[in-house]
C-alpha cells in the first residue's frame, strides 16, 4: 500500500537555528498539507498546498514557516528560526482531491527544539 | 466557534467486547465527519467518514453514527481486538467554497485513548 514517507523520525535542534523537514508525498496525490500535534494536544492544521502555491494556512503558519516542493516527490516545511514553543510532532498528509476527508498522514517528525 | 471534543478522554475494554467513543462538534456547517486511529509512532489513518446529510455508515467491524440534533458523533467498534488499541480522533470538515480556491478546513478533536486487555 502507498504511504507517506516524513525524514528524520527525531529532530532535536537549538533555539533560533533553522530545520527542515522532509517529505514525500503518495505519488499520483496533488494535495499536500503540514500538520502538527503537541505532547497531549490535538492535532493541529499549518497549510495546504496545491499547484506549487499555498492554498490556505493557519494562524500558526506565520513568516517562520515555509513550505516548498523542490522536485517532483518531495515537500519540505521549513522553520527559519526555532523557537521552544515549536517542539512537536510534524505530520505531512497528501490527499487526491480537495476534499480533505481522506488525508493519508505520514508516521511524523518529532521536532525537539532545546 | 468552531471546536470538536471528546466525552472521554480514556476507554479502557475486554477483547471481544463492543467499544463506543463519543465526540461532540459545536459547527453545525460542517459537511464531513471522520474518525482517525492513531496508533504509537505513527501518524493518523483514516478510519471511516460521515456526511452531514446521512446518520449512520458501517465499514468493516466500525459503525459512525451521527445526531445533528445534539451535535453528537459516534464510533462503534464491534468485537474489539488488540490491535484496536490506539488514539481515536474526531474531526470534522467543511467542503471549499464552490467555485473558489478556499479549502476545506480539518479540525480535530483531543483523542480518546482505547486499550483493549487481551
Known amino acids: 500500500e502507498p504511504e507517506v514517507t516524513q525524514t528524520p523520525s527525531h529532530q532535536v535542534t537549538q533555539m533560533g537555528q533553522e530545520v527542515i523537514l522532509r517529505c514525500v508525498p503518495i505519488s499520483n496525490h496533488l494535495y499536500f498539507y503540514w500538520y502538527r500535534q503537541i505532547l497531549g494536544q490535538k492535532v493541529e492544521f499549518l497549510v495546504s498546498?496545491?499547484?506549487?502555491?499555498?492554498?490556505?494556512k493557519s494562524e500558526i503558519f506565520d513568516d517562520q514557516f515555509s513550505v516548498e516542493r523542490p522536485d517532483g516527490s518531495n515537500f519540505t516545511l521549513k522553520i527559519r528560526s526555532t523557537k521552544l514553543e515549536d517542539s512537536a510532532m510534524y505530520f505531512c498528509a497528501s490527499s487526491e482531491d480537495r476534499v480533505r476527508e481522506k488525508l493519508f498522514f505520514g508516521s511524523g517528525t518529532q521536532l525537539s527544539v532545546l | 466557534g468552531e471546536s470538536v471534543g471528546l466525552h472521554l478522554p480514556t476507554l479502557s475494554v475486554q477483547e471481544g467486547d463492543n467499544s463506543i467513543i463519543n465526540c461532540a462538534y459545536s459547527n453545525s456547517a460542517s459537511d464531513y465527519f471522520i474518525w482517525y486511529k492513531q496508533e504509537s509512532g505513527k501518524g493518523p489513518q483514516f478510519i471511516i467518514d460521515i456526511r452531514s446529510n446521512m446518520d449512520k455508515r458501517q465499514g468493516q467491524r466500525v459503525t459512525v453514527l451521527l445526531n445533528k440534533t445534539v451535535k453528537h458523533l459516534s464510533l462503534q467498534i464491534a468485537a474489539t481486538q488488540p490491535g484496536d488499541s490506539a488514539v481515536y480522533f474526531c474531526a470534522e470538515i467543511s467542503l471549499p467554497n464552490a467555485g473558489g480556491t478556499s479549502y476545506g478546513k480539518l479540525t480535530f478533536g483531543q483523542g480518546t485513548i482505547l486499550t483493549v486487555h487481551p
Open positions: 498546498f496545491y499547484n506549487n502555491e499555498i492554498s490556505e
